[in-house]
């Protein structure tokens, strides 16, 4: 069976830090994906204590960012913290465009400068980074990479200690994304996988992601995707939902279990 991972945004709402490791460890989980501004509710040494206790290792860490050249030291913060809990990688933020900004092609060079030197920090202190294109929905106020091309790219320019994750829901449009896949997966940065489902309608362009087979995606054609180009690892859920967070945190985790298991196995 594929290792499923929980990203804990997809109950944060109604369960802190120490519930949600709770809940995962009850579910035989030993796998998270956590948020720094959730360590920060709950305190850092309570939070490692609890990961410790319950023999959980974390895949990645979210996250550093909006990207400035006036917030270097912060995105240095997050790495340190990030290092201390052992994390696989660490996401890149890199927020959208500035007040008044229309030149986009300037605002990506801008962000890849700003990529290249948190990735010079992150060699230093032992992190990965992890660029993860979001839809272009999102260009203008969350991030300027809106593609697995653009991220590869700048991937292959920058060289080692970064990678990208495929989101379902950011990249399951995309022609070229099972070449993207494959490219990726080639020069190793295939870091992770997250699952959710594009809903007919969508009603908010961040906040209406759908449980996994409740949507339009091809979920089983992409994890296939992501397998032939030789990704082995989790398969992590990540659903930003009024709807779900709405619910019982135990009752989400349990009904995603189940669609998970139910879509996806190794063969």
Known sequence: ??????????????????????????RGLQTVSIW???IAKVGETDALSVLNDFGMTVSGY????????????????????????????VFLFTGGLRENEKDLSCARRRIEDLVGSVLER???????LAIEPLHPMLTGDRTVISSLSHANSLCEALGPGIGVVVDVYHCWWDERLAAEIEGAGRAGRLFGFHVNDWLIPTRHL??????MGDGIIDLRGIHSMMRDAG???????EIFSTDWWARDPAEVMD??????RGLFSKE
């Open 36 to 38: 720094g501004d959730e």
């Open 206 to 211: 961040l906040t209406d992601r759908g449980m």
């Open 122 to 128: 992150a060699r230093n202190i032992g992190v990965k």
């Open 1 to 26: 069976m594929t290792d499923i991972v929980f990203n804990h945004a997809t109950v944060r709402e109604r369960a802190d830090m120490l519930t949600f490791l709770r809940l995962c460890s009850e």
């Open 62 to 89: 979210n996250r550093v960012g909006p990207l400035a050249a006036d917030a270097l030291d912060r995105a240095e913060a997050e790495l340190e913290r990030a290092a201390r809990f052992k994390a696989d990688h």
């Open 255 to 260: 009904i995603a279990l189940d669609r998970c």
């Open 231 to 237: 990704y082995d690892g989790a398969v992590e859920v």
